[in-house]
């Protein structure tokens, strides 16, 4: 009973609560595809799977800007047979395609989601870390969590007795074992430079001084190089290489033993670039502003994300009256099933304008919280915490939303690499290169007089 | 004899990769941002919904011209059949009941399961009689039989779907009927 009392249940219910974290990647997949799918026609000047939608009685059809037809498919693929090919190893291929989805939900446990809370509770001062698990080697957990994944595929491709899927498991052993290499050294430069391990030092070694970008740029670029390796996704899929493999290790598999491959990798992408931002982007701390100046200015600061969000469905909203007044104008026969949609959405968009501006207006003028000191540590009421969370937890979205683009983005440019290609740069040119950048960081630091 | 094409030896830049692969990124970058923000600007026509513009001198199903007083201005000569390359027009003549014509078409099959629509048939034809300017590009039929227009679906088109072109409004419903059928000078039972 001592560990329960330990701490009040206002601290209980936020440590608990943080559990929810697990499920961001999931959340990311169902983000990732409709970017993914979208984004490559963007880039190929088509529209993108846009078709599929659902008939609202005395509304019309809605489409959600092409959502429906990720459910379409999510739906489809989860209402499949699922079958294994005939002399498959059956225990390992059915559990093979769990390993890669299982991690996800483990994964995200160590990455600090928001700064430490520090608030006022019961005349105490109530520490709560911003991560699931505050571990001190949380980075190397990390590491070994998101190296396992590779395990689905070899075991996927051993498992499933074809020829294809063994060529393309094989090639994923050798890829992910090369690059993690490069991925961890590539990243050393920075521990040395925080002095830790733990991914929380990391962010506020960030905070306090200079995003690992600015510090670290060589380091930056090989650690995605090899990162985006290590997803293996595009432009180094040679694991799943269709014109060569078929599909590479998942070819024997259909229905949702594919679907937990894919969202696999999906949530894999999530992670990866939830570490890119995390390192190399300052994770979850706002640019140019320190954490205690936002507290200091909680309403203000709840004000301009208001403003900010505001202006995003301002945005959306003129996308959306552009793009109605060119379809009022053409001559397309389902045109008012398409605005009165539009309509929808508008309604939406300009409701969330009104919310977030009233919100905004209020938070600025009639939210001043005091700052006190408890215990010798400066404290926030705990709606400042909590306000303090959300937006850190905004921030570090943002930033990793961003890297998942830098991921679909290459995937859809770059040509894939050939397998020697691809060997020859994780091995002669960036492990080189991070070494190089690891020594002359750790002679740079000693000489500066750093950690 | 085999031409040797001399390629550029790629230049320093060229051979690091990584500026060339930022090149390449920026452009898609450029064509992604069109279409997120300028998403009317794509070129892509929703199909079925909406119908791509035909130019005025697209090949398109064939339609058989109108004399003023509506029977067609085939004369059964067979030229069109003859320059088809594809074998599709099947034409049938018959005698004609007007004194001033010798012969007329009983039956003109085109088979579009066989068209190839090269044009060469209205090229071919001596009385500007069949034309392939009706901009109707769907063929959808349940049978192949349904596929073959014949003489009475070339002929039934209207002359207020031609509006710039005189010859189409000599034709019975047309707005130069009435002095075209003048000129013509005679009813034809």
Known sequence: ?451 | MARVIKQKPMTIIERLYIFEAMRGLWTTLKHAARGLFRYEQLPTISYPEGQPEINNGYRAKHRLMLRPDGTPRCVACGMCAAACPAHCIFIEATQSDDPRIEKRVMRFDIDHLVCVFCGLCAEACPVDALRMDTKKIVFEHRTREEFVAHLSDLIDWDPKDYPEDAQSQMAPGGTKNAEARKVWGMEVK
Request: contains cysteine.
């Open chain 1, 1 to 451: 009973m001592d560990i329960i009392e330990s701490k009040s249940w206002v601290e209980w219910l936020i440590t608990i609560a943080k559990f929810a974290f697990c499920f961001v990647p999931v959340l990311y997949i169902l983000l990732l595809i409709p970017m993914e799918r979208r984004g490559a026609g963007f880039m190929q000047d088509r529209q993108g799977p846009n078709r599929s939608y659902i008939k609202i009685p005395y509304f019309g059809k809605i489409r959600l800007l092409g959502y429906v037809q990720n459910m379409c498919d999510g739906a489809k693929l989860f209402f499949k047979e699922m079958f294994a090919p005939k002399g498959v190893s059956k225990f390992l291929y059915y559990v093979a395609p769990a390993i890669p989805f299982a991690i996800i939900f483990i994964s995200p446990c160590v990455i600090p989601w928001f700064g430490p809370m520090v608030f006022e509770w019961g005349g105490k001062a109530v520490t709560i870390s911003g991560a699931i698990l505050d571990s001190e080697v949380g980075i190397l957990l990390l590491f070994g969590f998101s190296s396992l994944s590779a395990y689905g595929a070899v075991l996927a491709g051993w498992a499933s007795k074809s020829k294809y899927s063994y060529l393309g498991s094989l090639r994923t052993t050798a890829m992910t074992v090369s690059y993690e290499v490069c991925q961890g050294i590539s990243m050393m430069g920075l521990l040395v430079l925080a002095g830790s391990f733990s991914l929380t030092d990391i962010v506020s070694w960030q905070e306090q001084h200079v995003w690992g970008i600015v510090a670290q740029p060589v380091a930056f670029f090989c650690f995605l190089i090899a990162t985006i390796a290590e997803t293996g996704r595009a432009p180094f899929d040679v694991a799943e290489g269709d014109p060569e493999l078929v599909a590479g290790f998942h070819t024997e598999y259909g229905a949702m033993h594919f679907g937990m491959f894919y969202m696999g990798e999906y949530a894999h992408i999530c992670i990866a670039s939830f570490l890119v931002a995390t390192l190399f982007l300052g994770g979850y701390s706002v640019p140019f502003v320190t954490t205690e100046t936002m507290q200091a200015h909680m309403g203000g600061s709840l004000a301009i994300l208001c403003g900010v969000l505001a202006f995003l469905f301002l945005a959306f909203l003129h996308m959306m009256h552009r793009y109605s007044k060119k379809l009022l104008a053409s001559k397309q026969s389902n045109k008012m099933v398409i605005l009165q949609e539009y309509k929808l959405y508008k309604i939406v968009g300009w409701l969330a304008v009104a919310v977030f501006v009233a919100a905004g207006v209020c938070s600025w003028m009639f939210y001043n919280p005091v700052q006190t000191v408890v215990d010798g540590v400066l404290t926030n009421t705990l709606g400042a915490a909590l306000g303090t969370a959300l937006i850190h937890l905004l921030v570090l979205v943002v930033k990793s939303v961003f890297f998942c683009w830098v991921w679909i983005w290459v995937r859809w440019t770059l040509p894939r690499f050939r397998y020697d290609h691809i060997m020859n740069l994780g091995w002669k040119i960036i492990l080189n290169i991070a070494l190089v950048n690891l020594v002359v960081t750790a002679v740079v630091a000693k000489l500066l007089g750093g950690n």
